[in-house]
């Protein structure tokens, strides 16, 4: 069956860098986009982009560019979410989501990273 | 800036019917936006309803329903049930960007 497996939970301290991943099973990882999102405490669903997993282009919301990149390892069928100068405004869960033709149907379990001093 | 704008709250009776909207601040919705409906639980991720404005998913209970309605998205759920209390967010493409609305919560009341 269809999976995205995320990594875990993590406490970073202002000024620093994390990593996120984004595990694929079940299907054939370069034939689907994947979509990260951004959900702060209590608050709604931002979309912060996508990347192609057949050419690893990416593509950036506004707002998260310069220090959020997103890349891949195909090999692994795994994509990752990098966010360096960690702010404590970077606090929330951060889902990963795959699309096909503009149907996202399968959403990983979100990764929380809590930045604090 | 593109703006989405749904409901912030609505509350239905178990058994009734209601129906969500999902708004575009560049004018009215069409087939083009490629709407997506998500429903989202407290601690979960979210579960994907609909896509393309009125397509199921294999999962999706047969009482979710999208359309376009009045120039805007939108989910009707009919027979509403206790376990459909949840966030529901709508989700537009526009040219290479998505944008998702803001929420509604839904109280079954």
């Known amino acids: 069956q269809v999976q995205l497996v995320q990594s875990g939970s993590e406490l970073k301290k202002p000024g620093a860098s994390v990593k996120v991943s984004c595990k694929a099973s079940g299907y054939t990882f370069t034939s689907y986009a994947v979509n990260w999102v951004r959900q702060a405490p209590g608050q709604g669903l931002e979309w912060m982009g996508w990347i192609n997993t057949y050419t690893g282009n990416p593509t950036y919301a506004q707002g998260f560019t310069g220090r959020f990149v997103f890349s891949l390892d195909t090999s692994v069928s795994t994509a990752y979410l990098q966010i360096s100068s960690l702010k404590t405004e970077d606090t929330a869960v951060y889902y990963c989501?795959?699309?096909?033709?503009?149907?996202?149907?399968?959403w990983g379990q979100g990764t929380l990273v809590t930045v604090s001093s | 800036q593109t703006v989405v704008t749904q409901e912030p709250s609505l509350t239905v009776s178990p058994g009734g019917t209601v129906t969500l909207t999902c708004a575009s601040s560049?004018?009215?919705?069409?087939?083009?936006?490629?709407p997506n409906w998500f429903q989202q639980k407290p601690g979960q991720a979210p579960r994907p309803l609909i896509f393309g404005a009125s397509n199921k998913h294999s999962w999706t209970p047969a009482r979710f329903s999208g359309s376009l309605l009045g120039g805007k998205a939108a989910l009707t759920l009919s027979g509403v049930q206790p376990e459909d209390e949840a966030e529901y967010y709508c989700l537009l493409y526009y040219s290479g960007a998505w944008v998702f609305g803001g929420g509604t919560k839904l109280a079954v009341l």
């Open positions: 989501a795959r699309e096909q033709s503009a149907d996202i149907d399968s």
């Open positions: 560049t004018g009215a919705v069409t087939n083009g936006y490629y």
